[in-house]
């Protein structure tokens, strides 16, 4: 059992370097439009992107595999400092027992350029925090496609 206690702290960190200003980066994550052209990894796609960019205010991403399968994900801001940080809950409306948790996303100007820090903690499972990172990594491959 104290496995699974550890198992609940866990978190996954990817950090990257987008080749675009601070402002345009944070602008990606936080615009409907923008987000339906990166925020679902592989082949999968955004048919549904829902932004209510305040404190409190709620997001909805809908990812659609190729299948026909929808996986939705929402969620609560709890911090928008734009265009340094955003803090967000994140809940898989279509896995509702995973649980709810915490997607820490920081901004990081540097010249020309952007160094995101994205932190997804509150993971359930090593399983979950594997697949998760593997998600992350797919959806910053789109990203960092946005200005190329």
């Known amino acids: ?3 699974q206690e550890t198992d609940t702290e ?22 409907p439009e923008a987000l339906k052209r990166w925020s ?3 082949d999968l796609t955004n048919p549904v992107v829902e932004v209510d960019l305040r404190v409190g205010g709620r997001y909805r991403i809908d990812m659609a595999a190729p ?5 939705r994900v929402t969620g609560v801001y709890k ?8 803090v967000y809950t994140w809940f898989w409306e279509t ?9 820490t996303v920081e901004f990081r100007a540097r010249g020309t350029v952007t160094d995101v ?32």
């Open 95 to 103: 896995n509702p027992a995973l649980g709810e948790m915490l997607v």
């Open 67 to 71: 299948n026909g399968a929808v996986h």
């Open 79 to 86: 911090v928008v400092d734009p265009p340094r940080r955003l």
């Open 1 to 3: 059992m104290a496995d």
């Open 10 to 31: 866990l978190s996954v960190t990817v950090t990257r370097t987008i080749q675009a200003p601070t402002e345009k980066v944070f602008a990606a994550w936080t615009t």
């Open 117 to 148: 820090v994205l932190e997804h903690a509150r993971l359930a499972s090593r399983q979950s925090a594997e697949n998760h990172e593997k998600g992350w990594l797919g959806c910053f491959a789109k990203l960092e496609r946005l200005w190329d």
């Open 40 to 42: 679902a990894p592989g």
